[in-house]
Nanobody, 122 residues
Framework: QVQLVESGGGLVQPGGTLRLSCVAS????????MGWFRQAPGKAREFVTA????????YYADSVKGRFTIDRDNAKNTVYLQMNNLKPDDTAVYYC???????????????WGQGTQVTVSS
């Protein structure tokens, strides 16, 4: 079992920045690819970004490319999501997930956090 706990969400103005963290406990963190997903009100949960086990490969949704960066620190069992130039459309609950491969499809992730709210508004 892997337990994931996200933090770092909040209210930010358009153009602002936030850094989300997701700390994992349980089985070996470095054995898992990690992903971030988000769910806006009234919408389905969608892929944001993913990183492979050693951090050498990163994938991003087109909507966040150039603004968001995923990174991980296996020594700290933590994955990060740096979000810059935030837009109102980025408002959502953000979830981290652990799985075997850094894929877009949610079905490939076995463990999920409880989510952290990000609100972008003036």
């Amino acid at each position: 079992q892997v337990q994931l706990v996200e933090s770092g969400g909040g209210l930010v103005q358009p153009g602002g920045t936030l850094r989300l963290s997701c700390v994992a406990s349980g089985r070996t963190f470095s054995s898992y690819a990690m992903g971030w997903f988000r769910q806006a009100p009234g919408k389905a949960r969608e892929f944001v970004t993913a990183i492979n086990k050693n951090g050498g490969l990163r994938y991003y949704a087109d909507s966040v490319k150039g603004r968001f960066t995923i990174d991980r620190d296996n020594a700290k069992n933590t994955v990060y999501l740096q979000m810059n130039n935030l837009k109102p459309d980025d408002t959502a609950v953000y979830y981290c997930a652990a799985g075997g491969l850094p894929l877009e499809s949610q079905q490939h992730y076995n463990y999920w956090g409880q989510g952290t709210q990000v609100t972008v508004s003036s």
